[in-house]
């Protein structure tokens, strides 16, 4: 059987390829001991129902959305809001999880996404004008071009804000560098993941609007990965910061596969028929793997628990 497009070095079991499923060979990461599976989740973009269905799924939430996975550890790779009808409500249920998963011994963890930064600037900041590429911009015109919704700002609250200004940039889990974009980005702000943590996070607290938008900016490119050089840019990542394989989001399968017809080196969302997504997309080499299914384009959001299966 044929090793599918994209895919790194793995097995195919089942006779038949349409019932097939890929289990690509992974490097031997270490775990720490003692310490419950590790889970990540992909882009959720304010689709609450999606993630609570696939959270109880996966075993993590019990059928009253409470956590249900004791010691378990699960990361949310960012991008909570925008295009989706709640995004609020899927800050808000992140939250009480990440509560109900440290009383039972594990942890439920976010990373910061583009979409958190753009949220945060279009509330602290609105119209103010920045200089960007095309000309004079803001973030609340980007914001709603990005798919921003209306009664998320309205629900948007003090505790919500300083949450995800307080987000880490990067972690380091069982051998997995966990990102949320698929950028070199991460470089231009330290050489330890500590330091990039922490120079992002001082970036936010200074409130300047130049400063976060370079940041919004940065960390909206995407396809890093995806081409020729792919897997020397994910090599120079684990080089500088440790890990034998990058997770990420932000770029949705179907663009990295090209499945969606559409290259949305713009941003876009475009792509007519619902593209498949059957789980996470193991690329570059099999140094990277993408988690976001592409639920904002009628694809699927992901759940794994890592390693993936050899």
């Known amino acids: 059987m044929t090793q599918g497009a994209g895919e790194g070095p793995g097995v195919w079991h089942g006779a038949d390829q349409q019932d097939a499923v890929y289990s690509p060979t992974v490097p031997d990461l270490p ?3 003692g310490a419950g599976p590790l889970y990540v989740v992909g882009d959720v973009h304010g689709y609450l129902d999606e993630l609570r269905a696939a959270l109880r799924e996966a075993g993590l939430t019990d059928a009253e959305d409470r956590w249900a996975a004791g010691k378990t550890r699960l990361w949310f790779l960012g991008d909570f809001t925008d295009r989706g009808p709640d995004g609020v409500g899927v800050i808000d249920l992140v939250m009480r999880l990440s509560a109900e998963a440290a009383a039972a011994g594990g942890y439920c963890k976010a990373l910061l996404g583009n979409h958190e930064l753009l949220l945060l600037g279009a509330s602290r900041f609105g ?4 200089d960007s590429a095309a ?3 803001s973030f609340q015109a980007a914001w709603i071009l990005n798919g921003g919704q209306r009664t998320d700002m309205e629900r948007l609250r003090d505790h919500h804000i300083q949450w995800m200004s307080r987000l880490d940039s990067m972690a380091l ?3 997995h560098l966990l990102l949320h974009s698929d950028t070199t980005a991460y470089l231009d ?4 993941i500590d330091d990039v943590n922490d120079a992002i996070w001082q970036a936010l607290q200074r409130n300047d609007v130049e400063e976060t938008w370079d940041l919004f900016r940065k960390f909206t490119k995407r396809f890093a990965f995806r081409d020729e050089g792919g897997p020397l840019a994910v090599r120079e990542l684990l080089d500088t910061y440790g890990g034998k394989r990058v997770v990420h989001g932000h770029s949705p399968i179907p663009y990295l596969t090209g499945e969606n017809g559409v290259d949305a080196d713009a941003g876009g ?3 007519d028929a619902a593209p498949r997504v059957d789980g996470p997309h193991v690329y570059a080499d099999s140094l990277a793997i993408a988690m976001d299914g592409g639920v904002t384009m009628a694809g699927k959001l992901l759940v794994a628990r890592l390693p993936l299966a050899a």
């Open 31 to 33: 775990v720490i001991e």
């Open 269 to 271: 969302e475009g792509g």
């Open 135 to 137: 000309g004079t911009a």
């Open 189 to 192: 702000y330290g050489s330890t």
């Open 127 to 130: 119209d103010t004008p920045v």
């Open 173 to 175: 889990a069982d051998g």
